[in-house]
């Protein structure tokens, strides 16, 4: 037992080590993580323990390391110059993303950076066998809200297609089910998201102990991620089932988390006991990788170069004239209310304006970025309220922005809406194209962002005649500094 427990400290202290340095090196990343990771968020609350098993399985159970003979045979340890070079590369995009406080793509940095690390230091075949524990890693990185949306989408059309087999009386819109006593809605709570990060979190644990290759890996992780989406529609179906047969009088219906992890339970336990265990052999007991000085001292001149840097850039921001509408018929009117009610944070500066020849509302939310330590595009949840109103229709307009329709669940009305954003200097209707916009803008050192937001209640149920006038008021609206 003691022979074993050194021979698996030896083979995994290249490794620990690397890891000490990255944490070290990039403390402000991981300690943004850290807080993330502490606040329990159903998206994330799995990500500290998927550190925990990074590290444990890092150390009972390190990746494998060369024989004597390829030891003998390798013409010179560490990665070179080509995982310098990596190195490099990684450290210049990671300071672009921390620089911007662009959060997620900064932290989806930090398993890259391990990996070229270990490249620049232990060489390239040390990198690939440290590969599958690194993607454990980043399991833990706030990803997965991304998900939520295809996930209560594919519920949406899996549950209400399998209510509708069963025959049972309801009206199926969207991710809305409306039975004789009222309605269920599928929202980003019921996406499973969290079923789903386990499942594959637990692959990712069986696929390293087995030392699966691609394929292997490949097959557990689909699997893995089939029993996780496939316990969340047993569990929403059966919400639909007692909420039909209880005339929604039923306590799941307020109160079924328990229930959910029952249901998970009942379905994962059994594939996690039939998993198949394979043991490493006596063979490995001498795959131990060697660090290099070279290696070691390139890496971390790059790492502390990239922290001066940052430290350089830290302080107050200059400010500009803000942005604000102008073009003919638009007047300022905070009294005019939106078709489609929005609910945007309180960082932002909001104005409402009116364009009268055509009744079009629109809506001006700003923000400045006043110091390094703020982003330049706020964290913006989606302002229409789902649960009221849904989406029916989309289309691209020669303006290049999207025009969006949407009808109210309740009255059946309808209202047109066309939403763009502004960075610095640039236009987008995308939320993630801004987000990467803003490092560009940064380096231009314009900080400014808005997000203006065109509405226009539709007059009769087709909207055509509305179209037109939503889109007459998006062609005469300018913005620029007054």
């Given at each position: 037992?003691?022979?074993?427990?050194?021979?698996?400290?030896?083979?995994?202290?290249?490794?620990?080590?690397?890891?000490?340095?990255?944490?070290?090196?990039?403390?402000?990343?991981?300690?943004?993580?850290?807080?993330?990771?502490?606040?329990?968020?159903?998206?994330?609350?799995?990500?500290?323990?998927?550190?925990?098993?990074?590290?444990?399985?890092?150390?009972?159970?390190?990746?494998?390391?060369?024989?004597?003979?390829?030891?003998?045979?390798q013409r010179s340890p560490g990665g070179g110059w080509a995982g310098t070079l990596a190195l490099l590369l990684g450290v210049v995009v990671w300071l672009l993303f921390i620089l911007t406080n662009i959060t997620?793509?900064?932290?989806?940095?930090?398993?890259?950076?391990?990996?070229?690390?270990?490249?620049?230091?232990?060489?390239?075949?040390?990198?690939?066998?440290?590969?599958?524990?690194?993607?454990?890693?980043?399991?833990?990185?706030?990803?997965?809200?991304?998900?939520?949306?295809?996930?209560?989408?594919?519920?949406?059309?899996?549950?209400?297609?399998?209510?509708?087999?069963?025959?049972?009386?309801?009206?199926?819109?969207?991710?809305?089910?409306?039975?004789?006593?009222?309605?269920?809605?599928?929202?980003?709570?019921?996406?499973?998201?969290?079923?789903?990060?386990?499942?594959?979190?637990?692959?990712?644990?069986?696929?390293?102990?087995?030392?699966?290759?691609?394929?292997?890996?490949?097959?557990?992780?689909?699997?893995?991620?089939?029993?996780?989406?496939?316990?969340?529609?047993?569990?929403?179906?059966?919400?639909?089932?007692?909420?039909?047969?209880?005339?929604?009088?039923?306590?799941?219906?307020?109160?079924?988390?328990?229930?959910?992890?029952?249901?998970?339970?009942?379905?994962?336990?059994?594939?996690?006991?039939?998993?198949?265990?394979?043991?490493?052999?006596?063979?490995?007991?001498?795959?131990?990788?060697?660090?290099?000085?070279?290696?070691?001292?390139?890496?971390?001149?790059?790492?502390?170069?990239?922290?001066?840097?940052?430290?350089?850039?830290?302080?107050?921001?200059?400010?500009?004239?803000?942005?604000?509408?102008?073009?003919?018929?638009?007047?300022?009117?905070?009294?005019?209310?939106?078709?489609?009610?929005?609910?945007?944070?309180?960082?932002?500066?909001?104005?409402?304006?009116?364009?009268?020849?055509?009744?079009?509302?629109?809506?001006?939310?700003?923000?400045?970025?006043?110091?390094?330590?703020?982003?330049?595009?706020?964290?913006?949840?989606?302002?229409?309220?789902?649960?009221?109103?849904?989406?029916?229709?989309?289309?691209?307009?020669?303006?290049?922005?999207?025009?969006?329709?949407?009808?109210?669940?309740?009255?059946?009305?309808?209202?047109?809406?066309?939403?763009?954003?502004?960075?610095?200097?640039?236009?987008?209707?995308?939320?993630?194209?801004?987000?990467?916009?803003?490092?560009?803008?940064?380096?231009?050192?314009?900080?400014?962002?808005?997000?203006?937001?065109?509405?226009?209640?539709?007059?009769?149920?087709?909207?055509?005649?509305?179209?037109?006038?939503?889109?007459?008021?998006?062609?005469?609206?300018?913005?620029?500094?007054?």
């Amino acid at each position: 037992m003691i022979k074993n427990s050194a021979r698996q400290l030896s083979q995994a202290m290249p490794f620990l080590l690397i890891i000490g340095l990255g944490i070290l090196l990039f403390l402000p990343s991981w300690i943004t993580l850290l807080m993330l990771w502490l606040q329990w968020d159903q998206v994330l609350a799995h990500g500290l323990a998927a550190f925990v098993l990074f590290i444990v399985l890092t150390v009972f159970h390190p990746p494998l390391g060369p024989s004597a003979e390829q030891r003998a045979n390798q013409r010179s340890p560490g990665g070179g110059w080509a995982g310098t070079l990596a190195l490099l590369l990684g450290v210049v995009v990671w300071l672009l993303f921390i620089l911007t406080n662009i959060t997620t793509l900064t932290l989806l940095m930090l398993p890259a950076l391990l990996a070229a690390m270990c490249w620049a230091v232990l060489g390239f075949r040390a990198m690939l066998s440290w590969l599958p524990y690194l993607a454990l890693l980043a399991l833990s990185l706030p990803f997965w809200s991304d998900l939520t949306g295809p996930l209560v989408t594919l519920a949406s059309i899996v549950v209400g297609n399998v209510v509708a087999l069963l025959g049972m009386p309801a009206l199926i819109e969207g991710n809305s089910i409306t039975l004789p006593y009222g309605r269920l809605i599928i929202a980003d709570g019921c996406s499973g998201i969290r079923y789903f990060a386990i499942s594959i979190m637990l692959a990712s644990c069986i696929a390293i102990l087995n030392d699966y290759r691609l394929k292997g890996w490949l097959i557990i992780i689909a699997v893995a991620m089939l029993f996780g989406m496939l316990a969340n529609w047993i569990r929403i179906l059966g919400l639909v089932i007692v909420a039909y047969q209880s005339d929604m009088q039923s306590d799941l219906m307020t109160d079924h988390e328990f229930y959910g992890w029952l249901v998970y339970g009942a379905i994962c336990l059994p594939a996690l006991y039939f998993s198949p265990i394979r043991r490493r052999g006596p063979s490995f007991v001498n795959h131990v990788y060697s660090l290099t000085r070279n290696g070691l001292l390139r890496a971390g001149l790059i790492a502390l170069s990239a922290l001066g840097v940052y430290s350089f850039y830290q302080g107050d921001i200059n400010p500009l004239p803000p942005l604000a509408i102008s073009g003919e018929g638009f007047v300022k009117a905070d009294f005019r209310q939106p078709a489609l009610p929005l609910d945007l944070p309180s960082t932002l500066q909001q104005e409402s304006y009116w364009h009268a020849p055509t009744g079009t509302w629109v809506g001006v939310a700003r923000f400045q970025r006043q110091n390094s330590q703020e982003k330049l595009v706020p964290y913006l949840p989606d302002p229409i309220n789902t649960n009221i109103w849904r989406e029916i229709d989309q289309e691209a307009t020669a303006m290049g922005v999207d025009l969006t329709q949407f009808q109210n669940r309740g009255n059946q009305r309808r209202a047109l809406q066309i939403l763009w954003y502004r960075v610095g200097p640039y236009q987008t209707d995308k939320y993630w194209l801004a987000k990467l916009l803003q490092i560009p803008a940064t380096l231009r050192g314009d900080n400014r962002f808005v997000q203006v937001t065109m509405q226009h209640a539709c007059s009769s149920l087709n909207c055509v005649a509305d179209r037109a006038q939503l889109l007459r008021a998006a062609s005469a609206l300018t913005l620029s500094a007054p």
